[in-house]
């Protein structure tokens, strides 16, 4: 039996992703792609690229997941997630103390 690797679609919304999925059913009817439930698939290796040829089709792309999702879920516990609006607000907040600062120095050259 060949290897297997675990792999995320990621398109822009739900439907491109279900597209993926309709779009490789119809091109590899025997070739299954297996949930494990949290939102990655379990695919044999030499499916990748042709997979990854389909995503690319749909407007979206394959990731290979972490071989053990264990490790992954404890980092979530130990660094909390952002959503894009908060990582979005970070960025400005961080871009406002530079100009602060710049401002500030050009005020203490000028004087």
Known sequence: MS?????????PDEFWQKAVLI????RHPDWKLTSDGSGF???DCEWLE?????????????V????NP????????LIPSFDRDCVKTLIWLGTSLVLVRVISWIALLGA
Not at 50 to 62: G, H, P
Not at 64 to 67: A, E, I, N
Not at 70 to 77: E, M, T, V
């Open 3 to 11: 290897q297997r690797l675990r792999v995320e679609i990621n398109g």
């Open 23 to 26: 779009e490789w059913e119809y």
């Open 41 to 43: 698939y379990l695919i």
């Open 50 to 62: 042709s997979l990854k040829a389909v995503a690319t089709e749909c407007n979206s792309t394959i």
């Open 64 to 67: 290979v997941g972490p071989s």
């Open 70 to 77: 264990g490790r992954r879920s404890l980092f979530q516990k």
